[in-house]
């Protein structure tokens, strides 16, 4: 039965499925290293951990189906694409992380190392399989049930923190918009917001929603409801990190600060209660992602989707058992292949732009410097130090914007050239 709020229930649930790990462990970070730069480095993060996200769901919309979304370089492009990011998405890093999160942030501080570490991943990853199993349940246990409580304990950590405890600044650091915006990769938000639009889009068909326009109008004022919800909690959570700098030593990890804070804030209530959130918020990532994933996949390999699921679950199981940091770290240089080809892939959505060359020129030379520059700074190739030294920002992490944009330039160019040729020969 149709309702004129079914768009904040479909709000609450990308915001469920966005939420997870990174969205709870990085915004603390980046307000900390910032310290009184912390606004520079709040709206980089910004931009890049809610912009972008929002821009993806509003281009796929736009597009009208995933297969749409990349279909100007070629169905092989779109389906290798694709199927790179949602490895990455699914049994890689995202997933993983969810476990290895809830463990790290959940259990040992309130329970401590009782529960083995891969007994635990196991028990998580069965949760995530059996809910996941049943799809059609998704809207109604994420995005009626454990996002508001995620909320509520979020909420009041955010207000006390805010408004009724004391403030020390650190020194900021120089690069803080930088930092915020490289930082907001690490959420992955962005990769994953044409297949969380599908999902939502699937939502709404599922509350009866038949026609595509409405379909759409609901997806739009449901996106920006959970960018409302992703506002307070980035800004609250990286303001955090900022203002109580002070009490925490200089080399403290993601884990210790977002911890710590929940204690300093709440007391030991603030403990558990960070516990319950993020085992909530993680869950819900969990089963939102693996089964994104698992219909990608079912449907391109014709195999059924609960094999796809429980394949999923078993090797994120295992590789959850590696820690944050690890997980992290092997997230770094494939965000930074994967996240300008897919800020391009938005933008032409966005605005609109038709031309196959464009795509292809733009798309493929994105993706080229991006290989080089993690070969560069990932792995340590410095003979192609000489190469960046000319391309503005590359110290930054932002080499392809420069390359990106002789790339569109060159497009124009030779679309040009071609119209003019073909008029001389006609």
């Avoid at 209660?273 to 990532?285: D, E, N, Q, S, Y």
């Amino acid at each position: 039965m149709k309702k004129k709020i079914d768009f904040i229930a479909v709000g609450f649930t990308i915001l469920a499925i966005f939420f997870g790990a990174g969205n709870l462990i990085f915004p603390p970070e980046i307000g900390f290293n910032a310290g009184s730069n912390w606004f520079l480095a709040l709206l980089g993060f910004f931009i890049s951990g809610i912009g972008l996200p929002l821009l993806g769901i509003l281009a796929l919309n736009k597009a009208g189906s995933l297969e749409k979304f990349g279909e100007k370089i070629g169905s092989k492009f779109t389906n290798i694409y694709t199927a790179l990011i949602l490895i990455c998405l699914g049994p890689i890093v995202a997933i993983p992380r969810t476990g290895a999160t809830t463990y790290e942030m959940g259990i040992l501080p309130n329970i401590g190392d009782k529960i083995n570490p891969l007994i635990f991943s196991i028990i998580f990853f069965t949760i995530t399989l059996i809910l996941t199993l049943r799809p059609s349940k998704i809207v109604e246990y994420v995005g009626k049930i454990l996002t508001p409580v995620i909320l509520v304990i979020l909420s009041i950590l955010i207000i006390k923190g805010v408004f009724f405890t004391e403030h020390i600044f650190r020194d900021g650091t120089v690069n803080s918009f930088t930092s915020g915006f490289i930082n907001g990769y690490q959420p992955m938000d962005a990769l994953g917001a044409p297949l969380v639009a599908v999902i939502a889009i699937n939502a709404i068909i599922t509350l009866g929603y038949k026609n595509q326009d409405e379909r759409k109008s609901i997806l739009n004022r449901a996106s920006i409801i959970s960018s409302v919800g992703f506002v307070f909690i980035y800004g609250g959570l990286l303001y955090l990190g900022a203002a109580l700098a002070g009490y925490f030593p200089e080399g403290v990890s993601q884990t210790e600060l977002t911890i710590g804070i929940s204690n300093l804030v709440l007391g030991k209530f603030g403990q558990l209660a960070l516990g319950i959130a993020i085992a909530a918020a993680c869950i819900t990532t969990s089963i939102g992602l693996t089964a994104m994933v698992a219909e990608f996949f079912s449907k391109l390999l014709n195999i059924k989707y609960g094999v796809v699921v429980s394949i999923i679950c078993v090797a994120s199981a295992i590789i959850s058992n590696a820690g944050i940091g690890s997980i992290i770290k092997l997230a770094i240089p494939i965000l930074m292949i994967f996240y300008p080809v897919h800020i391009v892939l938005i933008i032409f959505n966005v605005i609109g732009v038709k031309d196959s060359k464009t795509y292809k020129i733009t798309v493929y030379t994105t993706l080229l410097i991006s290989i080089l520059d993690v070969l560069r700074t990932q792995f340590g190739v410095t003979g192609l130090n000489g190469l960046f030294e000319f391309l503005p920002f590359s110290n930054d992490g932002f080499a392809w914007v420069t390359v990106t944009l002789l790339a569109v330039t060159i497009s124009i160019i030779v679309n040009i050239l071609d119209k003019k040729e073909k008029e001389t020969i006609v």
